[in-house]
C-alpha cells in the first residue's frame, strides 16, 4: 500500500488503551528500573517476564491471521533497542503487566517484506499500542514476524515511545485537525501521530507523511536514510532514477493503462497516415508526376527512410 492508502485506511481510527495490572507486581520495586541501562536492564527484566509468563502465552490481533509466541531471545532484542526509544525501562516492566492486552487492542499501520536477507522470513507486521497511566499515555510499538513453515512466528519487537500527557490537542495546520487525543472510544490513531516525539524516529519511519508535522517527517527522513544505507531500502526516496520511476500497478490500473495505451497508439498511427497524405498531395502537385515517383522521391531524397516508414504505417 501507498502512504496515501495507509493514511486514509487510518485516519479515522482509534485504539482502546490497555491499563498496567500493578499488583502482578507488587513485591518488585519496578520504578528501580527506571534509570537502568539496557545491559543492566536485561536480568530483572528476564526475571519479571518469567514470572508473568508472558513466554507461554499465544498471542493474537485481529489484523494478523496467525497466533503468535514471544520468546526469550525476542525479549532480549527489545530490551536491547529499547534504549533507541523515549519510553524507561520501568514503563517497560508496567508494559509487560498487560502486553496481552496490548497486543490485542493494536492497529497494523505497516507491513513490509524482508530486507535483510533472511531467506525464512515472509513479512513483518507493525503495529501501534498503548497504554494510559496517571494522565499519559505511552505509545507502544510492536512488531511481529511471519516465518515460512518450520519456523514458529513471533512477536520480535515490543518498546515505549515517548510518553504523552493527556488530554492533548493538536493545532498544527497542515494537519487540519483539532479533536482530542483520548475520545469516548479510545484515542485518535490520527492525534498520537502527531503528538509522536521526533526522537523515536525510528516508529515514525513507518507513518505516512500525511500524519506528521515538519519535524517528524525531518526525524523520519534521517531514520530512512540510515536504512537506505544499511539495506538500500526507500530507494525511491533517495534515488532519483527510482524515485520518478512508474510506481507499482494493480491488475485493474495495468488493464486500464494498457487500454489507454493502445488508443494513443492508434491515433498516433492515424496522424501518422495524414502527415503522409498530406505531404504526397503536395508534391504531386508541385512535381506534376506519378505517385510512385513521389514515394521513391521522398524515401530517397527528402525523407530518411525510417521517418517515411513510420509515415506511411
Known sequence: MTEEERYNELKDKTISPAHPDMSKVADIDVESYRTLRAKDAK?????LAHMLGIHNVNYSNSSIDFEFGFSKGSLDSSIHHQKDYGGNYNDYAKML????????NAELIEMHKDYKGNEYLQNTYVLLSAYAEDGYLYPVQLEVKQYNEGQSNGLYLSVILTKIKEPAVVKEE?????????????FSITQLFAYVNPSDAKFLKY?????????????????????????GRYKELFEPS???????????EYETLLHENEQLHEQVKALRAEIYHFIKRILLRKLWTSSDYVEHFLSDNYWDGKTFMKLKQ
Open 43 to 47: 536480568k530483572p527484566i528476564r526475571q
Open 207 to 231: 507513518v505516512p507523511d500525511q500524519f506528521l508535522t515538519d519535524k517528524q517527517i525531518d526525524a523520519k527522513r534521517q531514520a530512512q536514510k540510515i536504512d537506505y544505507e544499511k539495506y
Open 242 to 252: 527510482v524515485r520518478f520511476s512508474i510506481p507499482e500497478q494493480t491488475d485493474g
Open 97 to 104: 503487566t498487560c502486553l496481552d492486552e496490548l497486543v490485542n
Open 174 to 186: 497542515h494537519i487540519k485537525i483539532s479533536t482530542p487525543l483520548v475520545t469516548g472510544s479510545g
